[in-house]
């Protein structure tokens, strides 16, 4: 156990700055453009699924399983009390999973803790794996998971960097254009039961502030990962 710890918590140097910018730059295009984006959607929805599902976990609501779909849209089966605390942070949890899962990311890639990064990943995996309820959910996984434990056991150090760097700058803009997405549905009036306007009528507050909150917390993790991961600060 000792051997393992010290290799999940080994230390690689810090990367070359051109190596910050062309990973941030992949991702961005990513995320920008609509082909790219249509394909790596679903890792979005990964983390929003699983961020329900997590804080479902810790506000001890019965988590009955999570079913991600082809057209990259996904739900998180819960029971208990329809409203409440409880149900009111399962329905924040999933827009703010994806920047704050980026934030942690850049804050563990910063410090050079690229293997803890990739084996948290590949554990958060399976852990969604066991709560998947459909067939195409379980392929997704199965198949991402499967990737990042190639990388993990085949990539050399600078591979394994320069990927985490990419996931880490993708989860953080990546979590920025669902939201923007979600207000131009909303006032097409095409999204009544996204999770802003579950949360409207759940509170007192209108769906319109869900969305700005979703919004600011993602542009701040922007901001704040994007200064974490800077090769040139102090």
């Keep these: 156990m000792d051997m393992l710890w010290a290799h999940l918590i080994k230390v690689q140097p810090d990367p070359d700055p051109w190596v910050v910018l062309v990973s941030a730059l992949a991702a961005l295009a ?3 453009f609509r082909t790219p984006w249509q394909v790596s959607r679903g890792l979005i929805t990964i983390a929003h699924e699983g961020g329900h599902a997590v804080m479902a976990l810790l506000t001890r609501r019965k988590l009955e399983g999570i079913r991600l779909h082809s057209d990259t849209s996904g739900v998180t089966l819960t029971r208990g009390r329809p409203n409440g605390p409880g149900m009111v942070l399962t329905a924040l949890a999933g827009y703010l999973a994806p920047s704050l899962l980026g934030l942690a990311a850049a804050w563990l890639t910063e410090q050079g803790r690229i293997t803890l990064l990739i084996w948290g990943v590949l554990l958060f995996l399976v852990c969604m794996l066991l709560l998947i309820r459909n067939l195409y959910g379980a392929l997704i996984l199965l198949v991402t998971g499967g990737a990042v434990f190639a990388l993990s056991m085949y990539a050399p150090a600078e591979v394994q960097q320069i990927v985490a760097m990419v996931a880490t700058w993708f989860l953080l803009f990546g979590g920025v254009r ?3 997405e979600l207000q131009r549905k909303r006032r097409r009036r095409q999204a009544r039961d996204s999770d802003a306007d579950q949360l409207a009528r759940l509170t ?5 502030f869900y969305v700005f909150f979703f919004l600011l917390v993602a542009a701040v993790s922007v901001v704040f990962g994007a200064y974490l991961m800077n090769p040139l600060a102090p």
């Design 178 to 180: 669902p939201i923007v």
């Design 30 to 32: 990513v995320v920008a």
């Design 204 to 208: 007192f507050l209108p769906g319109g």
